[in-house]
Nanobody
Framework: VQLQASGGGYVQVGGSLGLSCAAS????????MGWFRQAPGKEREFVAA????????YYADSVKGRFTIFRDNAKNTVYLQMNILSPDDTAVYYC?????????????????????WGQGTQVTVSS
């Protein structure tokens, strides 16, 4: 499956931004989906994940209450709505697809469990 992330850009502190990740070449509804991010000089970290049916979601503590992950299986797209952004949210954001169907956090929260990755989209929050 191919993943194409979009929606990144520049935003001021306290602003909002919405990311999209469109999937092609596979049956989208079979995949758990995740968003990860990597800031300069830091390791890639988990941001949010959603199981294949959309009924289970997970968030990193740093984004809980500010970010929302959701998906539209009819449109083969997963979204990440980001609100109340801070400079600490500046990073390249990646979407990823996990094929096992496991809805546990141990799977969807771990980057090593994902099978397919998008190319990343830059989010810059200016103060």
């Amino acid at each position: 499956v191919q993943l194409q992330a979009s929606g990144g850009g520049y935003v001021q502190v306290g602003g909002s931004l919405g990311l999209s990740c469109a999937a092609s070449g596979g049956t989208f509804s079979r995949y758990g989906m995740g968003w990860f991010r990597q800031a300069p000089g830091k390791e890639r970290e988990f941001v949010a994940a959603i199981n294949r049916g959309g009924g289970t979601t997970y968030y990193a503590d740093s984004v809980k209450g500010r970010f929302t992950i959701f998906r539209d299986n009819a449109k083969n797209t997963v979204y990440l709505q980001m609100n109340i952004l801070s400079p600490d949210d500046t990073a390249v954001y990646y979407c990823a697809a996990e094929a096992s169907g496991d809805s546990r956090y141990a799977t969807l929260g771990a980057s090593r469990m994902y099978d397919y990755w998008g190319q990343g989209t830059q989010v810059t929050v200016s103060s």
